[in-house]
């Protein structure tokens, strides 16, 4: 059954299917969607908008749905969409999107930690972690299982690969290599996220290959269009070479050499 405390103000208009619990003084506004499991906090507000998933935990004050801070936003409809067993910690704030994207979207099974604030259009993948005071500008995207350490702003338009990972207290304004770890001062790329592509189930042929790609790309003497070229001709184009070659040939804001 629907558990709603007694002092939550939900709208008519919102829509919770079964066993969704609400906590204390939360507020869910009008055209609000509630999955399955879903548990709502005490204090939170769930702005028109905001569409979660099943099995989702939004905890104590976190914001969801607002309006974006975009001078540009001109009260269109848009939306907030968080996929299926994600978490979204204390005081984390998520802005729904503006009409260049429509909709800021947070995949499954994401692990937003305290005080993150996700801007309007972002994309994240599935099974990304976010962890303390991550500030993400509006238009990043994040792809799958990626991680971004503690305290880290990101630049708009930003993009971080697949399985990368990105030490905390750093500033990223360029686009973060998939498969790649980047820290440091100057920030640059320290090497594959090894540990990470260990933990899920890497070839060790992939693992290698990756190796070589970075020894290339960020370890040589190489431009980024010389070192593409390189690894064309001298690597194996497995399907994890072929994304990072897709991803840098797509890049607007360059890589973090």
Not at 75 to 96: C, F, H, P, Q
């Amino acid at each position: 059954m629907t558990r709603i405390h007694p002092t939550a103000i939900v709208d008519p208009k919102a829509e919770l299917e079964e066993d969704v619990w609400v906590g204390p003084y939360a507020i869910i506004n009008p055209e609000v969607k509630i999955g399955r499991k879903t548990k709502i906090g005490s204090s939170v507000l769930l702005d028109s908008g905001t569409i979660i998933g099943e099995n989702c935990e939004v905890y104590h004050k976190a914001v969801l749905g607002t309006p974006p801070q975009d001078l540009k936003f001109g009260g269109e409809k848009t939306y907030l969409k968080i996929g299926d067993n994600t978490v979204i910690r204390e005081y984390a704030s998520l802005n729904r999107g503006t009409k260049w994207r429509g909709e800021t979207k947070v995949g499954k099974n994401c692990f937003i930690m305290m005080y993150a604030h996700i801007a309007h259009d972002c994309l994240l993948g599935d099974n990304v972690i976010l962890a303390n005071s991550v500030n993400l500008a509006g238009h990043i995207e994040i792809g799958d299982y990626a991680i971004v350490g503690g305290i880290v702003p990101v630049h708009q338009f930003v993009r971080i690969g697949a399985h990368s990972i990105v030490g905390g207290g750093f500033r990223i304004q360029k686009d973060v290599c998939p498969y790649m770890m980047v820290a440091g001062y100057p920030l640059r790329t320290v090497g594959i996220n090894l540990v990470g592509l260990k933990r899920k189930g890497f070839s060790e042929k992939s693992i290698k290959l990756l190796k070589e790609v970075y020894k290339i790309l960020f370890r040589s003497d190489l431009n980024t269009s010389q070192a593409l070229e390189k690894i064309k001709k001298e690597l194996e184009i497995i399907p994890e070479v072929k994304t990072i070659l897709d991803f840098i040939s797509s890049s607007q804001r360059g890589i973090i050499k």
